[in-house]
């Protein structure tokens, strides 16, 4: 059986974390963190704004460059389709000014409870304060990640879902760029 790393738990991570365990795949979500989602807390001043509900084209619009490279994810995983994840959990929505979409009670821990409950269904193992060091690959592919303690965790996919370098205070510094 493959066994998937996911390392980063922010909203990409679980929803890559979740979306892997869905398919069967032993999964793993490392987040160096000690919860999930810290950057989702502070999105939308803290009331979590989900997505927007234009229109795929709409939102391709106000790509600045190489929109081509959004298109597929887009219309792979939609803005309708995090709403409907969302409304699955238990997470109503509701659009407000500028077609930005927020959870009914405006608590983004309400959205990371969801997102959590998501990766719970889905088997995901979860591992947090794990900050991975490095991926491990031999000529043959990926055989793990070194952990920053030092221990290795055997794996033969691996997902980086790190972020950028946004909002350091939160976790996004960079480490998946190094």
């Known amino acids: 059986m493959d066994t998937v790393i996911v390392i980063g738990g922010g909203a990409a991570g679980i929803l890559a974390a979740g979306a892997a365990g869905s398919r069967g795949k032993k999964v793993i979500l490392l987040e160096k963190n000690n919860k999930l989602g810290k950057k989702i807390f502070i999105t939308g001043k803290g009331r979590c704004n989900l997505t927007n509900d234009g229109s795929i084209e709409e939102l391709l619009d106000h790509v600045v460059s190489n929109r081509n490279f959004l ?48 990766i719970n269904d889905n088997n995901v193992d979860l591992r947090l304060e794990k900050e991975v060091k490095d991926i491990i690959a031999t000529n043959e592919g990926i055989v793990g990640v070194k952990l920053k303690d030092g221990s290795i965790i055997e794996c033969n996919k691996v997902i980086v879902a790190t972020g950028g370098m946004s909002y350091p205070t939160t976790g996004s510094t960079g480490d998946g760029y190094r």
């Open 71 to 118: 298109y597929s994810a887009f219309y792979s995983f939609s803005n309708t389709d995090i709403r409907e994840l969302m409304h699955q959990f238990g997470v109503e929505t509701k659009v407000e000014r500028g077609n930005r979409v927020f959870p009914i009670s405006d608590k983004s821990s309400d959205v990371i409870k969801a997102l959590t409950n998501y």
